[in-house]
């Protein structure tokens, strides 16, 4: 009995050490295989490299358009890379938008490998490029992201002043995910990612959308409300069919066009 419990004590703190030690390939789950690009869907777009402050070479796709309301920035999830976020870029560009759709460092053809604080870096690169090498106003600039995207747009938002936000599917802090899907670890503890958006929401002064799938099991609904209700107005929050793999905007045309509603009636866009 005695040496049983010492084994189930020794196999949980190995457990605990290996969530501390490891989480971020826990966490970050990219692949390098580009399975498509957008021209392959008939959408024009050009093959752009954005440096970051600490030196690694991003991959990215801009769709242009002339003419265009503003430019939108998305940053994809924890998963995959840009090859998987075509449709995102279709629906933005639908909407008379010009897109940059960046890949995190770790990601597709990106060097390095992530981290939260890199993935932040990797946001500020995409702002300077739209901002500085094409020029575009920052109040011309939809910063946008879905999952944990979400969370990186949100800290773009929170270090800029962007034209709107619009996130989907996003959670109030990553542990709060991790405590969902490991409640028998005291993960909010031994996380070291933390991506905490619901602190720094409020700060965020730009017209806000928050979207989110009712059958989201991985970031349950109620994270998506606690979000929006910890940010000051002008803000939205729509309810879409779906869980975590097809709830949000392109779940369905009509979530989109509220979305393009609220950004010419709000955002002025």
């Known amino acids: 009995m005695f040496w049983g419990l010492v084994l189930l004590v020794s196999g949980y703190v190995v457990l605990c050490a290996g969530v501390f030690f490891y989480q971020r390939r826990l966490i970050y789950r990219p692949s390098r295989i580009v399975h498509a690009t957008p021209r392959d869907s008939g959408i024009a777009c050009e093959d752009v490299s954005?440096?970051?402050?600490?030196?690694e070479t991003l991959a990215a796709w801009h769709a242009p358009l002339v003419s265009a309301r503003g430019t939108v920035i998305f940053f994809h999830g924890n998963a995959g890379n840009i090859s998987h976020r075509i449709g995102e870029l279709a629906a933005w560009r639908s909407l008379g938008f010009?897109?940059?759709l960046p890949d995190y460092r770790g990601f597709g053809a990106s060097s390095g490998s992530p981290s939260e604080a890199g993935l932040y870096e990797d946001a500020e690169a995409a702002w300077r490029w739209v901002t500085t090498v094409r020029g575009v106003a920052p109040d011309r600039v939809v910063i946008a992201g879905r999952s944990l995207g979400g969370a990186v747009a949100i800290e773009s938002a929170f270090r800029h002043a962007?034209?709107?936000l619009v996130v989907e599917s996003t959670f109030t802090r990553l542990p709060d995910v991790a405590a969902g899907v490991y409640p028998f670890l005291p993960v909010r503890f031994l996380m070291r990612e933390r991506y905490a958006s619901v602190e720094k929401i409020g700060v965020v002064?730009?017209?806000?959308?928050?979207?989110h799938g009712v059958e989201d099991a991985l970031i349950p609904i109620s994270m998506g409300r606690a979000l929006y209700a910890a940010a000051a107005e002008p803000k939205t929050f729509i309810e879409t069919p779906g869980d975590h793999a097809d709830g949000g905007m392109l779940f369905d045309p009509r979530y989109v066009a509220e979305v393009d509603e609220f950004l010419r009636r709000v955002a002025g866009l």
């Open 205 to 211: 002064r730009c017209p806000k959308v928050f979207l």
């Open 162 to 164: 962007p034209g709107a």
């Open 50 to 55: 954005l440096r970051t402050a600490d030196g």
């Open 98 to 100: 010009s897109v940059l």
